[in-house]
């Protein structure tokens, strides 16, 4: 192969890597995109169809003592007259189980307060909404979907009766 050939081979292999460099990047900066677009923009009063992502509210920073943080998806609603303590956890969390066990106690002795477990890699819109940083976080949520208190790690079952005593209702 004479020199003239070299030089062609090398000029064909820098410009195939230029390329793939190129075409990389611009994959990369697609997926940031269509991962900045995850949640259309619509109006607030739109809520969409019950369950999903439009049907979120964005949620203000949470405040220890503030009683309302946020309103959540219909389907994760406590139901009528009830209470739900909401689990937010990840597959391979061993406090998940934990933390599991004690809302499934403190539930089974309180006629209407159901558990509900969220895979946060299931619904992940529910992190970012919600400011998860940390699984287990355990939501206290009404009938109408707003969140009433939030717990993040294993509760204790003391701190969690003391929690639900006040929002129950009697009667």
Do not use: K, N
């Not at 949640?39 to 509210?57: K, M, N, S």
């Not at 209470?83 to 990840?90: G, I, R, V």
């Not at 599991?100 to 209407?112: F, M």
């Not at 009938?143 to 006040?166: I, K, N, Y």
């Amino acid at each position: 192969m004479r020199v003239t050939g070299w030089v062609l081979l090398v000029a064909a292999v820098a410009l195939a890597v230029v390329l793939l460099v190129g075409l990389a990047l611009a994959v990369l900066r697609l997926r940031r995109l269509r991962a900045d677009d995850d949640i259309p923009d619509v109006p607030a009063h739109d809520p969409g169809p019950e369950g999903t992502r439009r049907d979120l509210r964005a949620v203000g920073a949470q405040r220890p003592g503030q009683p309302v943080s946020g309103v959540l998806p219909r389907d994760l609603a406590a139901p009528a007259g009830g209470l739900a303590l909401l689990q937010l956890s990840s597959q391979f969390c061993a406090e998940c189980r934990a933390s599991r066990s004690v809302l499934t106690d403190v539930a089974s002795e309180h006629p209407g307060v159901t558990v509900r477990e969220i895979d946060v890699a299931v619904r992940p819109e529910l992190v970012r909404l919600l400011g998860i940083r940390r699984t287990p976080t355990t939501l206290v949520v009404d009938p109408a979907g707003v969140e009433l208190a939030r717990t993040v790690g294993v509760p204790r079952r003391s701190d969690l009766l003391g929690t639900l005593a006040p929002l129950r209702r009697t009667g």
